[in-house]
């Protein structure tokens, strides 16, 4: 006979206790603990649906490190190029990963579009919020038929795996994991003990069966995924959908990837019928203008391994109301106070006494500090209302002592700056070493100080 008990679980963490207590002793949050009932199975209540592994478990006996065998999984590949470079190649099999981000961002669009075009393995799409008659709207509105793609409205983790024995698919998409529920734990579904336990039984299928599996995750008002933070320890990939509902441009990126890097970052427009790529995201992010405007600089980025261009956007202003503002969009608020003060305390700017705002254009965070150069010539430029020329952009880190700090990647950046049209660009000095000016048909201005920079600009 099965054994049911009472456990109480922080709703933040996960932590469990045998009874209430008011603060959680792991995470320090208050008030964060709820009782649910946990059913404990026997060993012959849990059914081995998914017999036949591919890559059956390994003896539990310790071995040498050198004795273990390696298996070559070539990945799966993804048609598009963005979603491959944020996975680090293509799917890999028995990954487990975890998308998450805003309701209605383009989750579900993303993940159905991935079902439909890949035309040559066969998927099971299972949906715990919409039917099938919504999924078969928006699959029409995307415009990508399939004849391998399999929906399935269910909730309950035990009838899935049925449906998985039936189909035998060579990929599995879950939406969403907080909607999905188990019968060996007498909880309502998106509780900590439910999306714990439901993950943890997709990851031993994974694993078992040597099957890719997604999984999208709903998140918080904080901007956190919800559920417990072991789920994201579980996955082997953690997939982050930013953007803002005011901008059409969708940034897919990487927060934690076993099998590749988290550097990387992926674009994506949505339109009408679908998430389209942005190949060349440095064309969108400028803008094109007639006449030069104070307090605009383009400044040379990395996001990865990809160079792009990005307009930095800045106002000056006397403040109106005594306390001086500080807003950022896109950009740490910290860094740019740190800026400030370089430039106040080594420049002798008297920017103490007035209103300051900061903008990336594109709706895009940047954390490059490689864009601290263009951000505080933008800064300048709105100041003293001097345009800054249309053929310039800059790449410089700026240090507490006013110094240019050089970037990584150079070369990549001059590259994407050339390829753009650009005439000119403004680095550090220690970034001329070993890299051969003549070979580029744009003109490489350097500086080691501030002031040097200030005069090739304005003069």
Known sequence: MAKTKVTFFCQ????????????????????????????????????????GNKNPKASNKSILLQDVGLQDFPRIAVPGKE????????????????????????????????????KNLKILYVSGEESEQQIKMRAERIGVTTDNCFILQETNTQNIFQQIVEIEPQLVILDSIQTLHTSYIESSPGSVSQVRECAAEFLRFAKETNTPVFMIGHITKEGSLAGPKVLEHMVDTVLQFEGDRNHVYRLLRATKNRFGSTNEMGIYEMNGDGLREVLNPSEILITNRDTPTSGVAISATMEGNRPMLIETQALVSSAAYGTPQRSSTGFDLRRLSMLLAVLEKRCGFKLGVKDVFINIAGGIRVEDPGIDLALVCAILSSNEDIPIPQDVCFAGEVGLT??????????????????????????????????????????????????????????
């Open 12 to 51: 933040n963490c996960g932590a469990p206790s045998a009874k209430w207590i008011g603060k959680c002793p792991s995470c320090d949050e208050w008030n964060t603990y709820v009782e649910e009932v946990v059913h404990k199975e026997t060993k012959n209540d849990r059914l081995q649906l998914f017999s």
């Open 402 to 459: 006013g110094e240019i700090r050089p970037v990584n990647r150079i070369e990549q950046r001059i590259s994407e700056a050339e390829k753009l049209g650009f005439s000119k660009i403004i680095l550090s000095s220690y970034n001329l070493k070993g890299i051969n000016v003549n070979s580029y048909k744009i003109k490489i201005l350097s500086a080691s100080k501030m002031e040097e920079v200030f005069s090739l600009i304005f003069g």
């Open 83 to 118: 979603l491959t470079r944020v996975l680090g190649g293509g799917i890999v099999p028995g990954s487990l990963v975890l998308f998450g981000g805003e309701p209605g961002i383009g989750k579900s669009t993303l993940m159905l579009q991935l079902a439909l075009r890949l």
